[in-house]
């Protein structure tokens, strides 16, 4: 059974930075590209930034591109998303979600087979 484990969310201040965690366990992360998604309380979910199977590329969209990191730590089965520079309308629900291909870029447009629960991002200004 595939699971994607969220952990990391919380309530911080504009400016300030989080660190969010996906733990998979059921799957080998080197066999699949992984993203960071989000919604927002009336809003469609969005991807937020990809990478690759190997961990060696990333695709960041839209307004986390040179505020968000994702990395990837195959041999722990483990993605991470460091945010940076957080603001109010980064808060969101922030999901891990697993696709069993290679491209980063390509993981932002499909539809992911698997998703994590979530983990609530709440920035107060």
């Known amino acids: 059974q595939v699971q994607l484990v969220e952990s990391g969310g919380d309530l911080v201040h504009t400016g300030d930075s989080l660190s969010l965690s996906c733990a998979a366990s059921?799957?080998?992360?080197?066999?699949?590209?992984i993203g960071w998604f989000r919604q927002a309380p009336g809003k469609e979910r969005e991807a937020v930034a990809c990478?690759?199977?190997?961990?060696?590329?990333?695709y960041s969209v839209g307004s986390a591109k040179g505020r968000f990191t994702i990395s990837k730590d195959n041999a722990k089965n483990t993605v991470y998303l460091q945010m940076n520079s957080l603001k109010p309308e980064d808060t969101a629900v922030y999901y891990c979600?697993?696709?069993?291909?290679?491209?980063?870029?390509?993981?932002?447009?499909?539809?992911?087979?698997?998703w994590g629960q979530g983990t609530q991002v709440t920035v107060s200004s």
């Open positions: 990478t690759s199977s190997d961990g060696g590329s990333t």
């Open positions: 979600a697993a696709t069993p291909m290679t491209s980063a870029q390509a993981m932002a447009k499909v539809r992911p087979t698997y």
């Open positions: 059921g799957v080998f992360l080197d066999e699949y590209a």
